[in-house]
Every structure is written in C-alpha cells, then in structure tokens.
T-cell receptor
Framework: DTAVSQTPKYLVTQMGNDKSIKCEQN?????MYWYKQDSKKFLKIMFS???????INETVPNRFSPKSPDKAHLNLHINSLELGDSAVYFC???????????????FGPGTRLTVL | QKEVEQDPGPLSVPEGAIVSLNCTYS??????FMWYRQYSRKGPELLMY????GNKEDGRFTAQVDKSSKYISLFIRDSQPSDSATYLC?????????????FGGGTRLMVKP
C-alpha cells in the first residue's frame, strides 16, 4: 500500500494554464506539506497544513494555493503557470508530536511538472 | 547564503569504502537533524534523525551532530552500490511554526562495484 501518493506523475502544459496536483496519504497523519525541488535538487518547503492552520512560505507566489478537502488530502493548485514553475513537486505528511517535536515526514513519489 | 549548505558532489567511492557526508548550517535554533536518502526519480525517504548534539548509530549508518560548530555528518560503513543516491540533510527548530523542515541541497553519492 502506498503511504503518500500523488497524481499525476508527469504533467506537461503550456505557459498561462491552470493546473492541479493531487496528494493523498493513508497514514492517518494530521499535517501535510508541499515541496518544490528544482533542477539542482534543492528541496524547498512551500506549504504546511493541518486541520487547524495553513503556514505559507513567504517566498511562494500567490499563484500557488493548497486546497484540502479532508485530512487525508492536500491538493496543489497553480494559476497562470510560468516557465520557472517547472520542477518536481513533492507532497509529504507527518504526525504532529508535542515532545520531542520530531518531525518525521513521509514523502510521495513526486510530480514532474514541465511548463512549455 | 543558504541556511543549510551541502556539497553537491558527486562523490564517487569504491564498494566497501567508508563514506562521509556533511552539512553546515547557520541557524543556531535548529535542534532536530535528519538525513534523507533520495533515489533517482523517487521521493526522499528518512534514514536517520537526531535531537540536539551527539551520535546515533543504525546498522551501517552513523549520524553525528556538533552544534558548537553547526556541523552534522552521516557516515556509511561498508558502502554498497545500492547506497548510490542523493543524500539530503534536513533540520528544524524547536518552536517551528508549521513543523517545516529546511533542507540542504543534497550530495549525490555513487558507489562503484
């Protein structure tokens, strides 16, 4: 059973389009995340979300918006796609622990987005 | 300058060698330190984690944290071709809104048979 799954695996689209990437976790975790990994393998947090709050990395353009229909899903919607959005997007999840506040995150397989 | 620095490599070693992977960081608030392994075209998977300073061993892997130097290491003993992957260090602070991790850029390791 896949713990964290993402669809689609590959996404090729034109500049200016709007697209969504879906993420589902079956681990019963209460927190989900979106990361962007660029061509140099640098993995950067975009959003952290649980049923109480959304934390947004201040560097993320507002064209990106996470949407969570329920605790097990966190989708990423991107408006007006740009060439620089081409990257691999990873979803992750974790279970919040108060002490120690160790954040063990489990990652999905990634969605490779190419904007032409 | 990035908060977490990691030599991108590639690091090429013969099978059986001891591998040393390192990260330096600038944020003294980081308390939790993790190592993730990422195979090509896959998501990162957690290898090891440590809290604050010290060593932790798990099979062929040893993680070390030196908070005074803001330096962490991952040692792999008796390296195998199956260890060939990109290794990412990750860190977080105690009172970190959103439990966000800050990653290094990853070091690509190649273990040759």
């Amino acid at each position: 059973d896949t713990a964290v799954s993402q669809t689609p695996k590959y996404l090729v689209t034109q500049m200016g389009n709007d697209k969504s990437i879906k993420c589902e976790q079956n681990l019963g975790h209460d927190t989900m995340y979106w990361y962007k990994q660029d061509s140099k393998k640098f993995l950067k947090i975009m959003f952290s979300y649980n049923n109480k709050e959304l934390i947004i990395n201040e560097t993320v353009p507002n064209r990106f918006s996470p949407k969570s229909p329920d605790k097990a899903h966190l989708n990423l919607h991107i408006n007006s796609l740009e060439l620089g959005d081409s990257a691999v997007y990873f979803c992750a999840s974790s279970q919040f622990r108060r002490y120690p506040r160790l954040n063990t995150q489990y990652f999905g397989p990634g969605t490779r987005l190419t904007v032409l | 300058q990035k908060e977490v620095e990691q030599d991108p490599g590639p690091l090429s070693v013969p099978e059986g060698a001891i591998v040393s992977l390192n990260c330096t960081y600038s944020n003294s608030a980081f308390q939790y330190f993790m190592w993730y392994r990422q195979y090509s075209r896959k998501g990162p998977e957690l290898l090891m984690y440590t809290y604050s300073s010290g060593n932790k061993e798990d099979g062929r892997f040893t993680a070390q944290v030196d908070k005074s130097s803001k330096y962490i290491s991952l040692f792999i003993r008796d390296s195998q071709p199956s260890d060939s992957a990109t290794y990412l260090c990750a860190m977080s602070a105690e009172n970190n809104a959103g439990n966000m991790l800050t990653f290094g850029g990853g070091t690509r390791l190649m273990v040759k048979p």
